[in-house]
């Protein structure tokens, strides 16, 4: 079994900065992508980021210039550093992992969320 553990979301006002942090632990192989969603009330969840294992990225238009995504593959940690934080960035913010792992001797593959930290942007 595999988990995904974020903390570092908070209170910030406008123009602020905060940097999520998420660990995945467990049974574990390598790690493909990585990535960071978010959703806010009344809304669908949101691609915000993703980083391929070579360390390509990836980002939502609505982020890009303000938000880093970085890893560390030797952790299985995915980060994502938020500047310039606007009310609207407000939202829990989720990361996700495509794990692969060994199952009785069978390679797998399968994604796995976690549980989400809240990011509020007062104005």
């Known amino acids: 079994q595999v988990q995904l553990v974020e903390s570092g979301g908070g209170l910030v006002q406008t123009g602020g900065s905060l940097r999520l942090s998420c660990a995945a632990s467990?049974?574990?192989?390598?790690?493909?992508?990585m990535a960071w969603y978010r959703q806010a009330p009344g809304k669908q969840r949101e691609l915000v980021a993703t980083?391929?294992?070579?360390?390509?990225?990836n980002y939502a238009t609505s982020v890009k210039g303000r938000f880093t995504i970085s890893r560390d593959n030797a952790k299985n940690s995915v980060y994502l550093q938020m500047n310039s934080l606007k009310p609207e960035d407000t939202a829990v913010y989720f990361c996700?992992?495509?794990?692969?792992?060994?199952?009785?001797?069978?390679?797998?593959?399968?994604?796995?969320w976690g549980q989400g930290t809240q990011v509020t942007v007062s104005s």
């Open positions: 467990g049974t574990i192989f390598s790690i493909n992508a």
């Open positions: 996700n992992a495509d794990v692969f792992y060994y199952n009785i001797g069978l390679g797998t593959s399968r994604v796995y």
């Open positions: 980083i391929t294992t070579g360390g390509s990225t």
